[in-house]
């Protein structure tokens, strides 16, 4: 018997011994890896290239063992480090709340999902939502679990709970996968998945540390001695079979805190200018957004930028301020050229102020994109990217109205239309305006919009995308401001031009009316002294007494005198020179 047996017994035993040699490289490779991730999370300069080797010996180890939980957590925590989020969400996608279900070709789903995510303005879920996200056995049908509930009665849901608690490390496993997949999420702009994603992690983690408390002593819980139990647990932790940590350390504890903090207060004031909006307080709502956008306590990811920029520029359309409201969708495309949203609100800004080519451009840009989502089944980017609401079920009709807008504005072009630009309604000016109104508006808006000053904005945000570096953004943004910057010159320049015509016109009616008015003034005056009644000259009779004495003219007669003159001086004035002029002639005796 024993015979018969050792034939089988030998290739056992040398498969057991092949994997615990298997194990040991293994674990060699991980404890390697986490010194690296270590030396990377001290070291700022050389940190990147400790994160790669890290990620190196990861991948060796996964070769061996593709299901090892310590690998794939070491592995995310390096992607992480790498500000390779992109990845880490394509790796983890099955935890993204908004993206459960995604996948999937139904549009009901999709649309459900989307919806739920987008309407959570703080990021708060329900216990049950958050149990049918989260769960880790949430991928059953859920045919299956209906037919298993009976009277309020769940047996898959008992059975979970009697497998939770043989298996005390059922939870402990998933739990660097909200934290980490929480963190990767924020800087892809996901806030509201990354609001429940670390708030999940994060109660994991404190349930984690209950249990692990229970068999410590009272002088563990002393403050000098409670950051070092927990860094000593999640030791403890990762040295163990499973090899994952159940606690974080204090350090990532805290920035999971402050990141949690964060998430929230951008949502909060998004949410805030929204309503704002909502309730036609466009002023407010860009008070709002200016705080999002111009913050300066932490890093703002590009994509929730984007949206918020898109966003403020309908709070600036809305305020009758389209020259602000094109340049936030300038800044929105120069951050993602692809994003359906700012390309639907330039094109209508486009054409709202008359310029209709460049209406038509946006336009075909949009079609192109419709055309590739309707191509490849799905919008473009990937799964989990946000799109402003957008979802897959509306392509094709929102292709055909576009098809339709496209044809018409084309006609319109043809017939003339193009060159019709109101640049009154561009400069924020009313038609009529003075030139104190026309100078001050302009100069506000080229202060603002200055092409070297709107690529600004860009070094106040994280670029998470690989394909897009600053400098593109840089590029992409001046080429944007300098075309409206054009367009505002030449709007400036012939309502500049009006307001001069109007001014000179201006002038020679007022030249005109001081010239109608002297003329009549003059004629009254030449009226008035035809009818004025003539003074006589009085007799004085000469006498010896009066011969000797000189003769001095009488205050009437130089008052004759004088008006004669001033007579005299009116009509040459007047150049009347071939009206006669009256004489009085009177004989004087002696």
Known sequence: MAAASSPSSAPAKKHNKWLRGNNKVTDRYLGEARAALAAAAQDTEDGDNAAAAALGLVSLALEMSPRAEAALE???????????????????????????????????????SSSSSCSSGSGDLTAASRVELLSPDRD?????????????????????????????????????????????????????????????????ASAAFRRESVCWSEDSFSPSNMTANVVSVSGNRRTSKSGSSSVAPASEAESVSQLLAHVKLLLRRRAAAVAAL?????????????????????????????ACL?????????????????????????????????????????????????????LDHLKLLYDAALRDGKLPGPSWRPQGGIRFGEIAGAHRTLTARIQQLRGRV??????????????????????????????????KLKPDRSVSFAERLELVDEHRDLEAVRDQARMSALFLYRMLQKGYSFIMSAVLDEEAAARQRAKDAAASAAAKQEDEA???????????????????????????????????????????GSLLSRGAFDRAIPVKCEAMSC
């Open 74 to 112: 070491l592995r995310a925590r390096a992607l992480l480090a790498l500000r390779r989020y992109r990845d880490v969400a394509d790796m983890l996608r099955d935890y993204i709340p908004s993206c459960g279900k995604s996948c999937s070709g139904d549009d009901a789903t999709i649309s459900s």
């Open 140 to 204: 059953r049908s859920d045919a299956g679990a209906g037919a298993a509930r009976f009277l309020c009665f769940d047996v898959s849901e008992l059975k979970r709970r009697l497998v939770a608690g043989f298996s005390r490390n059922s939870n402990t496993e998933a739990q660097w996968r909200y934290l980490v997949l929480g963190q990767a999420c924020f800087h892809l702009g996901l806030m509201e998945d990354a609001v429940v994603l670390l708030q999940t992690g994060r109660r994991l």
């Open 310 to 362: 898109v966003g403020r520029a309908a709070a600036f359309w809305s305020a009758g301020r389209p020259a602000d409201a094109i340049a936030d969708c300038n800044r929105a495309l120069a951050l993602d050229p692809a994003f359906i949203p700012a390309l639907r609100a330039r094109a209508d800004l486009l054409e709202s102020v008359g310029a209709l080519p460049d209406c038509l451009r946006d």
């Open 526 to 568: 030449a009226k008035a002294e035809a009818t004025a009644p003539v003074i006589p000259m009085p007799r004085t009779v000469v006498t010896a007494a009066t011969a000797a004495t000189p003769m001095r003219m009488s205050p009437r007669f130089q008052g004759g005198f004088c008006r004669d003159m001033a007579m005299v």
């Open 278 to 306: 909502d309730a036609g307080l466009p002023a407010e709502a860009v008070r709002h957004f200016n705080k999002v956008l111009d913050t300066r306590r932490s890093v703002l990811p590009h994509p929730f930028a984007t």
């Open 414 to 447: 043809a017939a003339g239309e193009g060159c019709s630009v109101d640049y009154y309604a561009l400069l924020g000016v009313a038609r009529g305006c003075t030139r104190s109104e026309l100078e001050r508006a302009h100069l506000l808006l080229t202060l």
